[in-house]
């Protein structure tokens, strides 16, 4: 059972280079995310995108852009990296993007920008 | 300042002990979360409670949601080593429009053999 899946699991950037998480998920979820964790700080959403097809913002966006390729992926880009976004990433999805829908999330991806 | 607010933050006991995560804020929630996360893993729902004043039971850990919805507690009888981990509450703030999840900053639990 895969669930949610995501790519790559560490990265190391320079300052200034861009990349792309990649997230997948095989549960035929409606919802997904993009969350990022810092110690301390639990998890705090960067994007989502409720359906196919559509995006919002979340808590902390700037910095960072999405696409829901289609229904199982959706993928978080980083344009130009700094090092505030060094930090432990976290893609999710849900059934819907309503109140009391469970929320699985992938392994996390751990990105480094020196 | 976090809208929800985890306590302890970090907790360090012997196997058999008890113990108790608070989690707190000023603002009312629809409904509370309870997740632990493990290493290197992402974090595995627990239980959902909706109800002002709610208790559920999973085996021996007891979540409480309070009545004025605005804390939750998550009690643990008898820890065991297997519960350590990082345990985070969440919830979507009725003030929320967009139902999105906010997470507290986490408790985490290290239980001694």
């Known amino acids: 059972n895969a669930g949610v899946t995501q790519t790559p699991k560490f990265q190391v950037l320079k300052t200034g280079q861009s990349m792309t998480l990649q997230c997948a998920q095989d549960?035929?979820?409606?919802?997904m995310y993009w969350y990022r964790q810092d110690p301390g700080m639990g998890l705090r959403l960067i994007y989502y995108?409720?359906?196919?097809?559509?995006?919002d913002k979340g808590e902390v966006p700037n910095g960072y852009n999405v696409s829901r390729l289609n229904k199982r992926e959706f993928s978080l880009r980083l344009e130009s990296a700094a090092p505030s976004q060094t930090s432990v990433y976290f893609c999710?999805?849900?059934?819907?993007?309503?109140?009391?829908?469970?929320?699985?999330f992938g392994e996390g991806s751990w990105l480094t920008v020196v | 300042t976090q809208l929800l607010e985890q306590s302890p933050q970090f907790l360090s006991i012997q196997e058999g002990e008890n113990l108790t995560v608070y989690c707190n804020s000023s603002s009312v929630f629809s409904s509370l979360q309870w997740y632990r996360q493990e290493p290197g893993e992402g974090p595995v729902l627990l239980v959902t409670?909706?109800?002002?004043?709610e208790v559920k039971k999973l085996k021996r850990l007891t979540f409480q949601f309070g009545d004025a919805r605005k804390d939750s507690s998550l009690h643990i009888t008898a820890a065991q080593p297997g519960d350590t981990g990082l345990y985070l509450c969440?919830?979507?703030?009725?003030?929320?429009?967009?139902?999105?999840?906010?997470f507290g900053g986490g408790t985490r639990l290290m239980v001694k053999p």
């Open positions: 999710a999805s849900s059934r819907q993007a309503l109140t009391g829908n469970t929320i699985y």
């Open positions: 995108s409720a359906s196919e097809g559509t995006t």
């Open positions: 549960m035929n979820h409606n919802s």
């Open positions: 409670v909706v109800t002002g004043g």
């Open positions: 969440a919830g979507p703030p009725l003030q929320n429009a967009g139902n999105m999840l906010t």
